[in-house]
T-cell receptor, first 109, second 112 residues
Framework: RKEVEQDPGPFNVPEGATVAFNCTYS??????FFWYRQDCRKEPKLLMS???SGNEDGRFTAQLNRASQYISLLIRDSKLSDSATYLC??????????FGTGTRLQVFP | SQTIHQWPATLVQPVGSPLSLECTVE??????LYWYRQAAGRGLQLLFY??????ISSEVPQNLSASRPQDRQFILSSKKLLLSDSGFYLC???????????FGPGTRLTVT
């Protein structure tokens, strides 16, 4: 079983739609959680950290469910510029991050 | 503000040739530094990380090596490239008190 699992997609949604991605992790001792965004042939960029109580940054909302070991990312009012691959990232008890293989989002006009 | 540089941006090398990729970070001191590889259609694989000058930890045994000759410089090397070394090589950094990592623009390596 992979340490971090994501649905690869693609998720094809129209502009203005709300879309949600889930990610599951296998290590119950995981301590930190992040969402990164990666555009085609570019480096990953930190989108947001995920806090235990959930957190929001503009149109983006992240949730953590430790009991079920999953993380979610909700994007409201999708924009064409949101088209990218979204990487779920988990940290155990070291500085090392474990990356999922990503969920691809395509927003169409 | 902090910036991270990598070069070259793209590289095409024959099998058996040597490799040297460089990463430098500006605007911070004593960062943790990382080398990742992303093969086509796959996730990021951590290759090496360093918490200080001359301190290198290897995650995956292979024909690659890393060095940190200066505080903000991280180098990835190989004496003889394999076809399987092709991929997107990414350098990342974080400060000791934060786990968020920030990536450089990457080097796309094709071994022919």
């Amino acid at each position: 079983r992979k340490e971090v699992e994501q649905d690869p997609g693609p998720f094809n949604v129209p502009e203005g739609a709300t879309v949600a991605f889930n990610c599951t992790y296998s290590n119950s001792a995981s301590q930190s959680f992040f969402w990164y965004r990666q555009d085609c042939r570019k480096e990953p960029k930190l989108l947001m950290s995920v806090y235990s109580s959930g957190n929001e940054d503009g149109r983006f909302t992240a949730q953590l469910n430790r009991a079920s070991q999953y993380i979610s990312l909700l994007i409201r009012d999708s924009k064409l510029s949101d088209s990218a691959t979204y990487l779920c990232v988990v940290r155990h008890n070291t500085d090392k991050l474990i990356f999922g293989t990503g969920t691809r989002l395509q927003v169409f006009p | 503000s902090q910036t991270i540089h990598q070069w070259p941006a793209t590289l095409v090398q024959p099998v058996g040739s040597p490799l040297s990729l460089e990463c430098t970070v500006e605007g911070t001191s004593n960062p943790n530094l990382y080398w990742y590889r992303q093969a086509a259609g796959r996730g990021l694989q951590l290759l090496f990380y360093s918490v200080g000058i001359g301190q290198i930890s290897s995650e995956v045994p292979q024909n690659l090596s890393a060095s940190r000759p200066q505080d903000r410089q991280f180098i990835l090397s190989s004496k003889k490239l394999l076809l399987s070394d092709s991929g997107f090589y990414l350098c990342a950094w974080n400060e000791g008190d934060s786990y968020e990592q920030y990536f450089g623009p990457g080097t796309r390596l094709t071994v022919t």
